[in-house]
């Protein structure tokens, strides 16, 4: 079965940078795409940036300018490196894999923190 791991997650002075990685493991596919979303305390999940096989990502509103989702030399694996964090970035960070599977098949990790005191 799939295993998703996160990693990176801590807590940093507002200003500060963190990388989160994801890396889909146990699988015999290449992975359609690959997200990370979040949630605050209070607040619904909301998507922070998407890669996809191909290479285009999306990235919220909020953090344009400040993440970036790329693709890590390792197979299923990708990096979020946040730059000039804020208190509204605490929350826990998911990552989510699809796979190029018919029909679609997703899976979540068990998450991470990135705390940023105000």
């Known amino acids: 079965q799939m295993k998703v791991v996160e990693s990176g997650g801590g807590l940093v002075q507002p200003g500060g940078s963190l990388r989160l990685s994801c890396e889909a493991s146990?699988?015999?596919?290449?992975?359609?795409?690959m997200a990370w979303f979040r949630r605050a305390p209070g607040k619904e999940r909301e998507l922070v940036a998407r890669?996809?096989?191909?290479?285009?990502?999306d990235h919220a509103d909020s953090v344009k300018g400040r993440f970036t989702v790329s693709w890590a030399s390792v197979r299923n694996m990708i990096d979020l490196q946040m730059n000039d964090l804020k208190p509204e970035d605490t929350a826990v960070y998911y990552c989510?894999?699809?796979?190029?599977?018919?029909?679609?098949?997703?899976?979540w990790g068990q998450g991470t923190q990135v705390t940023v005191p105000s």
């Open positions: 146990n699988t015999i596919y290449t992975v359609k795409s």
């Open positions: 989510n894999v699809v796979l190029p599977t018919v029909p679609s098949q997703e899976c």
């Open positions: 890669i996809r096989r191909r290479g285009s990502t």
